[in-house]
């Protein structure tokens, strides 16, 4: 599919088509799968899998697609994940906003980490929740700043996101994830880990998810085939442990409604019969490699050294860091002229700090675009 006005002016982004907007975080439309939707589509149909998409589902999601789901975690989280474990979702962002409609109260505090993904403090901002951050360093959040303040302010829940962090690439180390979790438990709070990237590596995986610890009692892992399927579909899941799976049943929403997407668990779940996810998710993980590769090796050459990054190993993001004494929004007035983008790092900070950060997504354009929207950037940058 071309990236059209149509595909632009799509949710989240509105753009002239000659803009290569560095800023948008979301799959590359010319990548999702129509032809694999229309196989499923006819697999299910011929199948009579109507019979679960139409009604009412159960309030936890489809046994037999959650069987299918637990089949594929299992198979890349390479250990055991039972179905009785998954508890169906729209998407992260609603099995957020779920969480903090059954585990808080308006005025309740939460932890992020410093910086966060921008849109989840939109989230927290709509249930008026009192955000408190936690900074990170490059093994991701720092443990005895999350000592101190689960002392100080007993937050009912941090909100981590554990994977190929959004927007700075990071992986919190296996040590540290123990330590959440043993913190957790001490200053009791829970742990809302949003592993939306832990499939998308490049090369080695990252440590195993959150909900390698299910047994704490303490965690909520939600994953989301919004990033290795197609974002339209509005489907997820949280994995966790039996207590909190009957907190997440008994939601009033759940109660009147039924599972939370039948219908097209149906269809996801003929993808997933069909054996047609795995090879997807690894063409994906090529082509997003490889774009991460291009748009750092451009970065390296086109601009000025003052301005550091790591280079991320799975997910979407790559986060810039410029002198401290500039403002990226300053910088992306500039950027625009030149038809070009990036996230401004305040966005990503409940504090509005991070003021000279910029997020770039290599995940949206291909690699000739990455290299000419650097290039847009870097010129841009010698602009008085
Ligand atoms: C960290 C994070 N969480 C959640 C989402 C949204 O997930 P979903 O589409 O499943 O609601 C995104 C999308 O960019 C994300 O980066």
Redesign the pocket.
């Known amino acids: 599919m071309k990236k059209t006005a149509d595909t632009l002016q799509s949710t989240q982004v509105k753009l002239s088509s000659d803009t290569i907007e560095l800023g948008i ?2 799959p590359d439309p010319d990548l999702l799968p129509h032809d694999d939707i229309k196989q499923a589509a006819t697999h299910c149909i011929n199948n009579n899998y109507s019979t679960s998409m139409l009604p009412y589902g159960h309030e936890e999601g489809c046994d037999h697609f959650r069987q299918e789901l637990s089949q594929f975690l299992s198979r890349h989280y390479r250990q055991p994940v039972s179905l009785d474990r998954l508890f169906i979702t ?7 906003s779920l969480i903090c409609t059954l585990f808080c109260h308006s005025g309740d505090t939460i932890f992020v980490e410093e910086p966060t ?1 921008n ?2 403090l939109k989230i927290f901002a709509d249930h008026h929740l009192n955000v408190v951050s936690i900074p990170m360093d490059d093994n991701g959040i720092i443990i005895e700043e999350l000592e101190e303040k689960a002392a100080r302010f007993k937050p009912n829940f941090l909100y981590t ?1 554990p994977s190929f962090h ?1 927007p700075t690439g990071i992986t919190l180390s296996q040590k540290r994830r123990e330590q959440i979790i043993a913190l957790s438990q001490a200053y009791n709070f829970l742990v809302v880990a ?1 592993e ?2 832990q499939l998308l590596h490049f090369g080695t995986p990252p440590p195993p998810p959150m909900a390698d610890y299910l047994d704490s009692d303490t965690v909520l892992s939600l994953g ?4 290795i399927l197609a ?1 339209g579909l ?1 489907l ?1 899941w949280i994995q966790t442990g039996q207590y909190l799976m009957s907190k997440l049943v008994d939601a009033g929403v759940v109660h009147s409604g039924g599972g939370l997407n039948p219908f097209t668990s149906g269809f996801v779940r003929s993808i997933l019969e069909l054996d047609l996810l795995d090879p997807y998710l690894d063409k994906l993980k090529g082509i997003y490699g490889r774009r991460c590769r291009v748009i750092c090796q451009t970065m390296s050459k086109n601009l000025p050294s003052t301005i550091t990054f790591k280079e991320p190993e799975g997910g ?1 993001f790559v986060w810039l860091k410029f002198p401290s004494d500039i403002d990226t929004k300053a910088i992306l007035t500039k950027a625009r002229q030149d038809k070009t983008g990036f996230k401004p790092g305040f966005l990503f900070s409940c504090n509005r700090n991070t003021t000279n950060y910029a997020r770039l997504c290599f995940a949206y354009y291909g690699e000739n675009q990455l290299e000419t929207g650097i290039k847009r950037l870097a010129g841009s940058l010698l602009k008085p």
């Open positions: 975080g979301q729209n998407g992260n962002s609603q099995g957020l993904y849109l989840a996101i959004n949003d939306v990237y989301t085939f919004s990033k974002p509005r997820g979407f």
